[in-house]
């Protein structure tokens, strides 16, 4: 039975047909907004009371007399008067009783914007009033546009007054002879809070303006009453809401100012340290800006975790929700982006590269343009530029040749195979002579030949040079004079070149004679060498 019972009702329920919506439907007369209907009365939409309560404006406007808005209390509500007429009722369902409306004192507050509009409609037609408008909002926008003028005059002012104070004053902050801090930073700080204020300072102003103005003029007063309404009432929610937020916003801009200091006058520390102008132990130039960037993210979000609790609305489920979020988000994709943050930090701080040194990491040889925190970039001796990852880098072997002997240059190796017949200090020799008749190699450190190995068919030299080059093109280009310099010096002394491999002795030697050395097309240089 129950069952039954709740099944019909449910049936009942869907069956009903759902309360018809009505859209509420303003009064409006010249250019304001007299009434708002919301419900309908006796089978008359609400429509149709608003164009029938303007219709009874109209003509009770063409009978003359006072034009004295009135209201009177009845039994179904509040009536609107004009001259004793009847405009317009307003009835329970117009208002919403539930915030504390009544009846009376909606009529009361039409009654009050009838009587606006009917001193607006009156001064339309006074031309003593209009003059006197016009010359009001004349005098008006001269003053906004004398004060626009003087606030961009003040903001010139304070930014040369910032300049010449912070300047005056951060020179003189010094740290064993040398200046810590740089004044620009803090001008520009100064510039853009200032910049801020004044335009802030500016919309207000231009916002009072248009108020006055359309305040004014009879056509545009109901504008102007709407525009001061809704500054009025937007400024009351900010007072009330600043008023509560106040005491956690100072400590916030406390923490920030704060913070924003600090890490300025790191930034300014580390500068100098960058540059060279100071050393403070462990702290050097290959170390200055990593460290420079770590201590800023640490400071910030230190002082974000001090601020959080004194946001507005920090404490609601949205905005840490919001939060929770963001940090999910950033643990999840950024993770690869971590992982090669820390291989920077530890390529950087391992000094294992540094820029201008020339290295070869895995198969990529050239020089270190650019050690950053997420990749490393070389130059190759052929022009290309190669970016490599910072994870990818410190999982491979790095050859540095930039650290062999302290200097410019870096160190070059290259490597010959000859037979057993020709005596191991010849071969050296030769090979020492090949390596100072190459330009961009340096005799100190002197040249030097290591016997690599011991092979079927032949000795292994490796030789082993200076270059005082510093760029990867002038490193190919010495590499290769230094090639051609061996086969010439071993072509003029007879001494043959095993490089490829060979299975048994030539026949005859391969040894180039020196009258052939220039057999066309081939051309002599003309310092004879």
């Known amino acids: 039975m129950l069952l039954l019972a709740s099944c019909t009702f449910t049936r009942a329920a869907e069956q009903e047909p759902a309360a018809p919506q009505v859209t509420p439907v303003p009064l409006v007369f010249a250019n304001h907004t007299i009434f708002v209907f919301r419900a309908p009365m006796s089978g008359y939409p609400a429509q149709d009371r608003a164009d029938a309560a303007l219709k009874r404006i109209e003509r009770a406007l063409a009978k003359g007399g006072a034009h004295q808005p009135a209201t009177r209390s009845i039994n179904e509500g509040t009536q609107v008067l004009l001259d004793g007429a009847l405009l317009f009722l307003v009835t329970p369902a117009d208002i919403n009783a539930l915030a504390g409306d009544s009846t009376d004192v909606a009529a009361a507050e039409s009654a009050a914007a009838l009587g606006r509009a009917l001193q607006a409609k009156r001064d339309q037609t006074d031309p003593h009033y209009l003059a006197v408008a016009i010359a009001l909002c004349v005098a008006a926008t001269a003053a906004w546009v004398i004060v626009l003028r ?13 300049e010449t104070a912070f300047s005056h004053h951060v020179e003189r902050i010094r740290f064993r002879n040398v200046r810590l801090l740089d004044a620009e930073h803090y001008i520009r700080f100064m510039r853009s809070v200032s910049t801020f204020a004044i335009w802030t300072l500016g919309i207000l102003l231009t916002y009072l303006w248009l108020t006055f103005v359309f305040g004014r003029i009879p056509y545009s007063r109901g504008w102007g009453e709407q525009l001061q309404n809704l500054f009025l009432d ?18 916030v801009a406390f923490i920030v100012v704060l913070t924003r200091l600090a890490t300025v006058t790191l930034a300014s520390v580390f500068k100098r340290v960058e540059s060279g102008e100071l050393s403070l132990g462990w702290l050097d130039r290959d170390t200055a800006v990593p460290t420079r960037r770590l201590v800023s993210v640490v400071v910030w979000l230190f002082a974000l975790a001090m601020a959080y609790p004194y946001l507005p609305g920090s404490h609601t489920a949205a905005f840490q929700g919001v939060t929770v979020l963001a940090g999910l988000m950033v643990s999840i994709g950024a993770s690869s982006i971590v992982g090669q943050g820390a291989s920077g930090l530890i390529l950087m701080y391992t000094r294992s590269l540094r820029k201008g040194e020339y290295v070869k990491i895995g198969d990529v040889e050239g020089t270190v343009v650019a050690l950053g925190m997420f990749e490393t970039r070389l130059r190759t001796g052929l022009g ?35 037979g057993y017949d020709t005596p191991w200090r010849q071969a050296q020799a030769l090979l020492e002579q090949a390596a100072l008749a190459t330009e961009g190699i340096s005799p100190t450190p002197p040249p030097y030949v290591m016997q690599t190995a011991l092979s079927d068919f032949y000795i292994e030299y490796k030789l082993v040079v200076y270059a005082t080059v510093e760029t990867p093109r002038s490193r190919v280009e010495a590499l290769n004079q230094l090639h051609q310099n061996i086969v010439d010096v071993f072509n003029a002394h007879g001494v043959q070149l095993l490089s490829p491999h060979f299975m048994q002795e030539p026949a005859q030697s391969h040894v180039v004679p020196r009258e052939k050395w220039f057999t066309a097309p081939a051309k002599q240089p003309q310092d004879g060498a």
């Not at 003087?150 to 910032?162: D, M, N, T, V």
């Open 384 to 418: 290309a530029e190669v970016s490599t990852p910072n994870a990818w880098v410190l999982a491979n072997r790095i050859e540095n040749f930039s650290r062999a002997h302290p200097g410019s240059g870096y160190m070059i190796d290259t490597v010959v195979t000859i």
């Open 150 to 162: 003087l606030l961009a005059g003040l903001r010139r002012w304070a930014a040369h007054r910032f």
């Open 234 to 251: 937007t400024a009351a929610k900010i007072a009330d809401s600043v008023v509560g937020a106040i005491p956690g916003l100072l400590v």
